[in-house]
């Protein structure tokens, strides 16, 4: 028994430490009161919260939107890597290898700004060093020009080799890494899935979780699909290992009608929270909308996870989307003021 309670003891204090960090996030009465100000009040806003060292640190060197950019991605890699670093046991594996998604989103920007000429110091800003690809490594890829040799250095990686061997040739070609990002996706899906159906301890709470995100990610690429009137066969598009099969989602890709799509889909999908939400897309949403609820969703059925499963891997997947969330959001605001955009427009882009 005292063993068992040497074992529980880290897991109950990082456990504990993730719903502290959670109430330090920013609440929605915040994000209306930045609606309401300019650029310079917003980041001034910022450097009173957690941010302050970054936005003190790096404040000699950027100035505007670049100083929001570079603090939010620096604030948020920081405290990823804070994470992996205070997390026990298989706790520590299921949150690195959730958090192997930074690599996807890191290499896909690199590849993307490079293609499309922008700096080398404008692509570095957004990168958030989060994953297995830590900033010495996103940066080698950063000081090269060629597509070719950035693709050619990550075989000695871990990014799916087989993926890019397969799919980089055709995104090249065709200018989009669309099918790309998509495949590796599947891919990175498919090896967490593994991994937690490997008998490790906790695995069955950590699948839960992923398969949940799974669903909404399925549900938000079919209404995409709708809004882009996508009429080919669906399934590369279908991320396995949630409720909906791909011979499913490519029938349900093919129904035109909106009540008829919701009602075949409202039979397909388990969660309930999911269901209530599809009823209320009856009525024509726009896709940013659409999947704004959906993520909205998401985060509520997630903390609901979180709260049945005090001492799980959990609060701390809760509290590492969460402030994913928070990062985006302020990024959002603003990128939004910077473009001069009406507060109401900004306002829909936010996860609140």
């Given at each position: 028994?005292?063993?068992?309670?040497?074992?529980?003891?880290?897991?109950?204090?990082?456990?504990?430490?993730?719903?502290?960090?959670?109430?330090?996030?920013?609440?929605?009465?915040?994000?209306?009161?930045?609606?309401?100000?300019?650029?310079?009040?917003?980041?001034?806003?910022?450097?009173?919260?957690d941010y302050?060292?970054?936005?003190?640190?790096?404040?000699?060197?950027?100035?505007?939107?670049?100083?929001?950019?570079?603090?939010?991605?620096?604030?948020?890699?920081?405290?990823?890597?804070?994470?992996?670093?205070?997390?026990?046991?298989?706790?520590?594996?299921?949150?690195?290898?959730?958090?192997?998604?930074?690599?996807?989103?890191?290499?896909?920007?690199?590849?993307?700004?490079?293609?499309?000429?922008?700096?080398?110091?404008?692509?570095?800003?957004?990168?958030?060093?989060?994953?297995?690809?830590?900033?010495?490594?996103?940066?080698?890829?950063?000081?090269?020009?060629?597509?070719?040799?950035?693709?050619?250095?990550?075989?000695?990686?871990?990014?799916?080799?087989?993926?890019?061997?397969?799919?980089?040739?055709?995104?090249?070609?065709?200018?989009?890494?669309?099918?790309?990002?998509?495949?590796?996706?599947?891919?990175?899906?498919?090896?967490?899935?593994?991994?937690?159906?490997?008998?490790?301890k906790g695995?069955?709470?950590?699948?839960?979780?992923?398969?949940?995100?799974?669903?909404?990610?399925?549900?938000?690429?079919?209404?995409?699909?709708?809004?882009?009137?996508?009429?080919?066969?669906?399934?590369?598009?279908?991320?396995?290992?949630?409720?909906?099969?791909?011979?499913?989602?490519?029938?349900?890709?093919?129904?035109?009608?909106?009540?008829?799509?919701?009602?075949?889909?409202?039979?397909?999908?388990?969660?309930?929270?999911?269901?209530?939400?599809?009823?209320?897309?009856?009525?024509?949403?726009t896709i940013?909308?659409?999947?704004?609820?959906?993520?909205?969703?998401?985060?509520?059925?997630?903390?609901?996870?979180?709260?049945?499963?005090?001492?799980?891997?959990?609060?701390?997947?809760?509290?590492?989307?969460?402030?994913?969330?928070?990062?985006?959001?302020?990024?959002?605001?603003?990128?939004?003021?910077?473009?001069?955009?009406?507060?109401?427009?900004?306002?829909?882009?936010?996860?609140?």
């Amino acid at each position: 028994m005292a063993g068992l309670k040497l074992v529980a003891a880290p897991y109950i204090y990082v456990c504990t430490r993730m719903r502290v960090r959670k109430t330090t996030l920013l609440p929605r009465e915040e994000y209306m009161r930045m609606l309401n100000m300019n650029l310079p009040e917003i980041t001034r806003l910022i450097g009173e919260t957690d941010y302050k060292q970054e936005i003190d640190e790096l404040g000699t060197t950027f100035k505007g939107i670049d100083l929001i950019e570079v603090a939010l991605s620096w604030n948020l890699a920081k405290e990823y890597q804070k994470i992996q670093e205070i997390t026990p046991g298989t706790l520590k594996q299921f949150t690195q290898a959730y958090l192997r998604r930074w690599d996807i989103q890191n290499v896909l920007t690199i590849l993307r700004g490079k293609m499309q000429g922008a700096k080398t110091g404008k692509i570095k800003e957004i990168l958030v060093p989060a994953g297995s690809l830590d900033k010495v490594v996103l940066d080698r890829l950063l000081a090269e020009d060629s597509l070719d040799k950035i693709v050619e250095m990550l075989k000695g990686y871990r990014m799916y080799p087989q993926v890019f061997i397969r799919e980089y040739p055709l995104s090249k070609e065709s200018g989009s890494f669309s099918r790309l990002e998509n495949e590796l996706y599947k891919q990175f899906y498919a090896e967490i899935i593994a991994e937690a159906e490997s008998g490790i301890k906790g695995g069955k709470l950590f699948l839960d979780f992923i398969r949940l995100e799974i669903d909404i990610k399925n549900v938000k690429t079919l209404f995409r699909l709708r809004a882009d009137t996508f009429e080919e066969d669906a399934r590369s598009m279908h991320i396995q290992g949630g409720t909906l099969s791909a011979t499913d989602f490519a029938a349900l890709n093919t129904v035109k009608d909106q009540n008829e799509f919701i009602d075949i889909l409202k039979g397909k999908i388990r969660q309930k929270s999911i269901i209530e939400l599809l009823e209320e897309m009856r009525s024509e949403k726009t896709i940013r909308d659409v999947e704004v609820r959906l993520t909205r969703v998401q985060l509520e059925q997630m903390e609901r996870m979180s709260k049945r499963n005090p001492i799980s891997i959990h609060p701390i997947l809760v509290y590492l989307e969460k402030k994913k969330y928070e990062v985006f959001n302020l990024r959002a605001l603003a990128r939004g003021k910077e473009s001069k955009l009406p507060s109401e427009r900004i306002a829909e882009y936010l996860v609140m």
